[in-house]
């Protein structure tokens, strides 16, 4: 990977932000804030995968007196996303939210946004200036016929000044489009412009597949390039995959330490075991292992589904199940220990993880 951008230095609750911090993986609850307990589930899944730092909407004042308890009850430093009222952003500054994202230029005037920077200044609350190319104000989408990379840049620019007029800089800025190419090169152009740190993603992305695929295409260009302090996967499909999508995209781009190293087949017409279920079982059963343990040794770990491959992945791995007619042989560094029904077989093989990881 490139040296990354050197930006300045935030703190997001009690997760570094900028200043060569790692970086951070950010999902958003899909549920309605007002619902205490159902974002509440929410957050503990996405801290037991990984995620970093959670945002949830606050689009009126129900969901605003929602944040009190949620900022009491979170696993995860919480993210208010307001629009328009800065009385919502006073709220949830109140409540003890650890960040905000709103743009200055549109939540009223100038008293208005002194306001909110006074509430945020004792806590040094971020602020992240979210610019998105189907938000984009008018006066901009007129000068440049569209949503340019040009466009979403002066945007983002004219809401940071806002703040700088006010001598606040614990600042984070977006400016995100829903295709590759304007993504990549607003964030360019923005990173010549400004040494704040930079949340990463692609708005509006897609479905899980599609939105996976052109998310992490223009996401890891980025990330070669230096540039990134936070990121969110924006996906049409559960937080779960948001924040498992971002965690391995950063491992692949050897930006996170590893996590549980798992070889397995695609299967095919020689398969006769469902090496799916088990490499899945396998997966999650040691990626919440390793959470639990992260000073635990990590071992290479193969799920294969028949002969051709699957004695060979065996001698290299650390642990290893190869498919059968029903069964899966366990082997151990090459050496078969026993053969056994897939369930007997999966719950053997995590057995030998815990006792030689640790």
Not at 102 to 112: H, L, M, Q, S, Y
Not at 173 to 183: G, L, Q
Not at 303 to 323: F, I, K, S, T
Request: glycine share 8%; proline share 6%.
């Amino acid at each position: 990977m490139t040296l990354r951008t050197q930006t300045r230095r935030l703190h997001v609750g009690p997760v570094p932000v900028g200043g060569g911090a790692p970086i951070a993986v950010q999902t958003m609850a899909n549920v309605p804030t007002a619902d205490v307990p159902a974002v509440l589930r929410q957050i503990d899944r996405a801290a037991e995968l990984g995620c970093d730092l959670f945002r949830v909407a606050v689009p009126d004042a129900q969901a605003a007196e929602a944040l009190r308890a949620l900022c009491a009850k979170s696993r995860l430093p919480l993210i208010a996303d307001i629009h328009f009222d800065h009385r919502l952003a006073l709220a949830a500054i109140e409540a003890g939210i650890a960040a905000l994202r709103i743009n200055p230029g549109n939540i009223g005037g100038a008293d208005r946004v002194r306001a909110v920077v006074e509430a945020a200044c004792p806590r040094r609350i971020p602020i992240r200036i979210g610019v998105n190319g189907g938000s984009l104000e008018k006066p901009l989408l007129a000068k440049y016929g569209s949503a340019t990379p040009e466009a979403l840049v002066e945007s983002a620019l004219g809401h940071v000044r806002l703040l700088e007029a006010l001598d606040y800089r614990e600042i984070k800025i977006s400016v995100k489009a829903s295709d590759i190419p304007r993504t990549l090169a607003a964030y360019r152009l923005l990173a010549e412009r400004v040494d704040y740190p930079l949340h990463l993603g692609l708005t509006e992305a897609g479905t899980a597949l599609r939105g996976t695929v052109t998310s992490c295409v223009a996401l890891s260009r980025l990330l070669e390039d230096g540039l990134g302090d936070t990121l969110r996967i924006s996906l049409t499909a559960p937080i779960e995959q948001e924040v498992r999508v971002g965690v391995e995209l950063l491992r692949a781009c050897g930006l996170r330490a590893p996590g549980a190293w798992v070889t397995s087949c695609p299967t095919c017409g020689r398969t006769q075991v469902d090496v799916q279920s088990a490499a899945e079982t396998v997966s999650d059963a040691l990626e919440g292992f390793y959470r639990a343990h992260p000073a635990a040794k990590r071992l290479h770990v193969a799920v294969m589904g028949c002969v051709v491959n699957g004695p060979g992945e065996a001698r290299e791995a650390d642990l290893a199940l190869c498919g059968g007619r029903g069964v899966f042989a366990l082997y151990r560094r090459g050496q078969a220990l026993a053969t056994l029904p897939a369930a007997e077989a999966v719950e053997a093989l995590l057995r030998l993880v815990a006792e030689e990881a640790l």
